[in-house]
């Protein structure tokens, strides 16, 4: 069932929407780029939209990729079919363009707001996080930031998390498609510590979350 | 200072805010856009294409200020101008910089100068009069405007600017239409010998989509000025026949652009429904076609002054119903209204004039669909929010890790303090160091353009009793602040100027400026000393401190604000940016953490000095080792009076 879910959303929708979504400093831009690019090598109308200037470390950013039979590279309401989320909270804040059925990848690494810290606030407990995803089927939680040291760079969280976002089969690209474009972009030492960080994002949602053909993914919640 | 480091940085590349893998991303990319041969298809910023396309025209002068969002322009440019064989500058302002686009035009060479929106008004004073003299070799203006104002002071609709100064104006929709329309522009542009203007907003110029490459064309390399005074001396007696040229020249562009090829008609054998729109509004127009299935037929003309009067009238009179759809200003809708009621036309126009479209922000395919829906009478609702977003924290812009304008704002602040003054007034002006308006440093009660602090200031001055402690970066300070320091001085005022200087355009993402070694190519250049200009300015109270050490910076504003007449603190320090890649190079790395033994939980660190580091987790105040840039200023007694922040080794990246 899952398989044939993935399969109609690869082939046969006119459009797929992606928001990568985290703070100044993490990659965002680049993961979505590297998703964009690859769309767009293997034939695909990709249009992507990126807000650079003011906010450069430690400021919300987001970027949005249309896949398909569109314009505007901004996306509708409701009308996200996958978010990359680098962190909790501008996971949720992405969400905002989320419905039920939108695929929720979520980087666990918490990066505290100066505006929570200043007034003297800790970050949100993590049973406020669970709460405010509940209404999304699809939730997968990742420890980027730990792959990424696993795979021996902190700064390929990005890396990671693209791999994690294939793995879902949302986007219409594989794994090997994705490495071309690393192959291309990269000197040797920064592809194969990449290439690492993307098998390991990999792995983990295939491994670890989609176990079964029903498609629901409850890894959060449980 | 430093020179080594910065031909390093600023010739390796501009963009270096992601980090490493970035760099190497997009220098690559940026080569990419010179080698790549005719026929190719590449995946560009908007940005990159008009890149591209200044390359497929044979342009061989650019200049620019940098400004968001046309400043990746720039960052192309001073990678691959050289190469090209293009001469390429960051201006000190914009107005030098159309200037030097206009001299080399009429020196027979193809020039293009580009600045945001709000860089036009500055260049407004030559811009409109270059009109009149006109040119020989083509000349493109772009004005990047930016509808719901990412970054910007305002959201002004700069195609009202080619109704004003009588030019003709393009306006693409996405990064393929962006560098094909710039090869048109230059056609036209010397075919009439006229400026061209070229208006994109921040949904192309920073919109990442295929383009199609053509040819590149090989520049010029040197220029012929002849003298030609009737044309270019605009004095009073020569403009008065210069504007009757003009006026006519605009009537014949009005004929040549209607068989341009670049106005797009997508027909769906609607008779009723016919949507007119441009630039980034034509994207959203399709998208709510595209998804509520409208019949509906639509126009997009490619140039939008002058208005292409034939195909929009045979538009007009293929339809009963006209909807005008663009983003900000009604300057179609005025165009189109007094074309139907010049032609007698008998269609219903629907527009914003009646309400259905709004004045303000970008469009979206929501915002879109909801006036079409009104307008054609179909259901449209836009869906709820998933989440309660009320829950979630906000995360403005704030202050880098590592920022020296950070201590500075806070050494500023505890000054004030100290001096028990209540009644300072703070004008601020356009940089990073904007930032300081927002809690907890509270650092600006005004902002309204570049330089105006200097200004704004000399007035508070004069007609309050109160303090003035006015704030003002290094590129801003050369870039329209050096006149007012003037003005203040001739007039005897009483102020303090704190100027923040990182010794880069950090905003735009770290273009070089007068006040460093280098220019755009990372080649020598000489430094402007900010002291001497103020110094011969007949300003004396100068005092120059590093903002990372809070004491030096307490002790100097202190001083100042204590002083008659115009006193001047100067931080200078290095973008952390800019530092990060320096010691990364030297693979140097610093971090602190908090001793939790000597932290007593005072929060003065996380609720006056707010960096993004340091937080509060589990009632213990920590720092993230991911995010701290080791700038160790938090970890000075003014800042952590019981010195529980300390240094730390790093493990290893």
Known sequence: MYALTVLLRRWCLLQTNLIVAGVGGQGVITAGFMIAETMSVMGKNVVMSEIHGLAQRGGAVTVEIRVGDVYSPIIPKGRADIILGFEPIETIRAADKANPETFILMNSEKQTPVSLSMEGREYLPDDDISRLLKPFKHVVKINATGLALEAGNTRTINTVMVGAAIATSVLPITPGELKLTLRKRFNKSLYDVNERALNLGINYVKNDIIQNDDGEIKNLHS | ?653
């Open chain 2, 1 to 653: 200072m430093r020179d080594s480091a910065y031909h390093v940085i600023y010739s390796a590349n501009i963009i270096i805010l992601y980090g490493d893998i970035y760099i190497v991303m997009i220098m690559s990319l940026v080569d990419h856009i010179l080698s790549t041969g005719p026929g190719e298809k590449l995946f560009l910023l908007g940005n990159e294409a008009i890149a591209r396309g200044l390359l497929e025209s044979g342009v061989n002068v650019a200049t620019t200020y940098p400004g968001t969002p046309s400043s990746e322009v720039g960052d192309v440019l001073s990678n691959i101008a050289q190469k090209a064989g293009m001469y390429f500058e960051f201006s000190t302002n914009e107005k030098v910089a159309l200037e030097i686009a206009f001299a080399a035009s009429i020196s027979g060479l193809r020039s293009f100068v580009f600045m945001k929106h709000v860089g036009l008004n500055v260049a407004a004073d030559s811009f409109v009069s270059t009109v009149y003299s006109g040119v020989r070799g083509g000349m493109v203006v772009m004005t990047a405007d930016d509808p719901s104002m990412f970054s910007s002071q305002n959201e002004q609709d700069n195609r009202e600017y080619s109704a004003l100064a009588h030019v003709p104006m393009f306006e693409p929709s996405n990064p393929q239409e962006a560098k094909d329309f710039l090869v048109k522009a230059y056609e036209l542009s010397e075919l009439f010998h006229i400026p061209v203007l070229f208006r994109t907003t921040t949904r192309v110029n920073h919109q990442r989509g295929d383009v199609v490459t053509a040819e590149i064309k090989p520049s010029k390399k040197k220029g012929v000025f002849t003298s030609n005074p009737s044309f270019y001396v605009d004095l009073p007696s020569n403009s008065y026949t210069l504007k009757q040229k003009l006026i006519e020249k605009m009537g014949d562009i009005q004929k040549y652009i209607e068989d341009l090829g670049i106005n797009k008609i997508i027909s769906n054998g609607s008779e009723e429904y016919g949507i007119i729109t441009s630039g980034e509004g034509f994207n959203t127009v399709m998208d709510a076609v595209l998804d509520h299935n409208l019949k509906s037929d639509i126009l997009k003309p490619g140039v939008t002054n002058p208005l292409p009067v034939k195909t929009i009238e045979t538009f007009l009179r293929g339809h009963s119903k006209i909807i005008i759809a663009e983003e900000l200003d009604d300057f179609l809708e005025q165009r189109i209204r007094s074309i139907a009621q010049l032609l007698s036309i008998n269609v219903k126009i629907y527009g914003k004039m009646d309400g259905y479209f709004p004045y303000s922000h970008e469009f979206s395919v929501d915002t879109v669909s909801s006036s079409l829906s009104k307008i054609m009478g179909f259901d449209f609702v836009l869906p709820g929010d998933p989440v309660d977003m009320s829950s979630i924290p906000q995360r403005p812009p704030v202050f880098c890790p590592g920022c020296p304008h950070r201590a500075t704002f806070y050494a500023v602040k505890r000054a004030v303090n100290m001096a028990k003054i209540k009644d300072v007034i703070y004008p601020s002006d356009i940089g990073c160091y904007s930032l300081g308006c927002y809690p907890p440093f509270n650092t600006g009660d005004s902002m309204i353009s570049m330089g105006a602090s200097i200004g704004l200031a000399t007035g508070f001055a004069k007609v309050t009793g109160q303090h003035v402690v006015a704030f003002i970066g290094d590129s801003t300070f050369f870039h329209a602040g050096i006149p007012a320091f003037i003005n203040a001085v001739r007039n005897n005022s009483t102020m303090t100027v704190v100027i923040l200087d990182n010794r880069t355009t950090a905003m735009t993402g770290q273009q070089t400026n007068p006040g460093v070694p280098v220019n755009a190519f990372g080649e020598n250049a000489y430094e402007e000393s900010i002291e001497a200009i103020l110094r011969s300015t007949g300003i004396s109270n100068i005092k120059t401190v590093d903002p990372y050490s809070i004491k030096e910076t307490l002790i100097a504003v202190s001083s100042a604000i204590r002083s008659e007449g115009i006193s001047i603190v100067i931080a200078r320090r290095e973008c952390a940016i800019l530092r990060d890649n320096e010691m990364r190079k030297e693979k140097r790395w610093e971090m602190y953490d908090v001793n939790q033994d000597r932290c007593t939980q005072c929060l003065r660190c996380v609720e006056n000095f707010a960096c993004p580091a340091i937080y509060i987790d589990h009632e213990k105040v920590k720092i993230n080792p991911t995010i701290c840039d080791g700038c160790g200023v938090c970890a000075e007694p003014y800042v952590c009076p019981y010195r529980a922040i300390e240094k730390v080794v790093p493990v290893a990246d």
